[in-house]
T-cell receptor
Framework: AQKVTQAQTEISVVEKEDVTLDCVYE???????LFWYKQPPSGELVFLIR??????QNEISGRYSWNFQKSTSSFNFTITASQVVDSAVYFC???????????FGTGTRLKVLA | SQTIHQWPATLVQPVGSPLSLECTVE??????LYWYRQAAGRGLQLLFY??????ISSEVPQNLSASRPQDRQFILSSKKLLLSDSGFYLC??????????FGPGTRLTVT
């Protein structure tokens, strides 16, 4: 069975703090893809990153960084020096080779307080 | 560049009335298309997906249906809305197993 778990329902931080959003996935497939999306209050989901199962290299994009560890089946997302504009719901998702469907986690609501 | 449109942006409909939500994609051909529903404060539920014209796969049995009359057009319909159909409806497209790109969504309130 395939599953994505985002155990943190809601996180509140003060601006400029670093915050890590956890994502744990389950799949028996050896080829799969992991994604992170941001859903701001406007509602539209914004694609942030895709990582395939053969690429465990961590990635940094500005204040965002992602840590992919196959040994723990995790794909965590860290925001450095958080800002109020980072307040949103963040979703982690999984898809496997040969399917067109995503398995979404339940999302983590991040509140960044000024 | 690719663009995805959804309309209407908001909709208030009485119980038992019909529904038609439209999604169109520009700037790509033969995309995979998806309809999701998000209930208030909840995650995303995949309703339908399509890999080509006239090809619809349903994920959840319910009173909704989907159609794909043209390559880049995806329509979500209902003959009679239920209160439980209220939610935020998102359309998305992708090219095979690449990332999905989402539209702005339609907020549906069934009264």
């Amino acid at each position: 069975a395939q599953k994505v778990t985002q155990a943190q329902t809601e996180i509140s931080v003060v601006e400029k703090e670093d915050v890590t959003l956890d994502c744990v996935y389950e799949t028996r497939d050896t080829t799969y893809y992991l994604f992170w999306y941001k859903q701001p209050p406007s509602g539209e989901l914004v694609f942030l990153i895709r990582r395939n199962s053969f690429d465990e290299q961590n990635e940094i994009s500005g204040r965002y960084s992602w840590n992919f560890q196959k040994s723990t089946s995790s794909f965590n997302f860290t925001i450095t020096a958080s800002q109020v504009v980072d307040s949103a719901v963040y979703f982690c998702a999984l898809s496997t080779s040969g399917t067109y469907k995503y398995i979404f986690g339940t999302g983590t609501r991040l509140k960044v307080l000024a | 560049s690719q663009t995805i449109h959804q309309w209407p942006a908001t909709l208030v409909q009485p119980v038992g009335s019909p529904l038609s939500l439209e999604c169109t994609v520009e700037g790509t051909s033969n995309p995979n298309l998806y309809w999701y529903r998000q209930a208030a404060g909840r995650g995303l539920q995949l309703l339908f997906y399509s890999v080509g014209i006239g090809q619809i796969s349903s994920e959840v049995p319910q009173n909704l249906s989907a159609s794909r009359p043209q390559d880049r057009q995806f329509i979500l319909s209902s003959k009679k809305l239920l209160l439980s159909d209220s939610g935020f409806y998102l359309c998305a497209w992708s090219q095979r197993t690449t990332e999905q790109y989402f539209g702005p969504g339609t907020r549906l309130t069934v009264t």
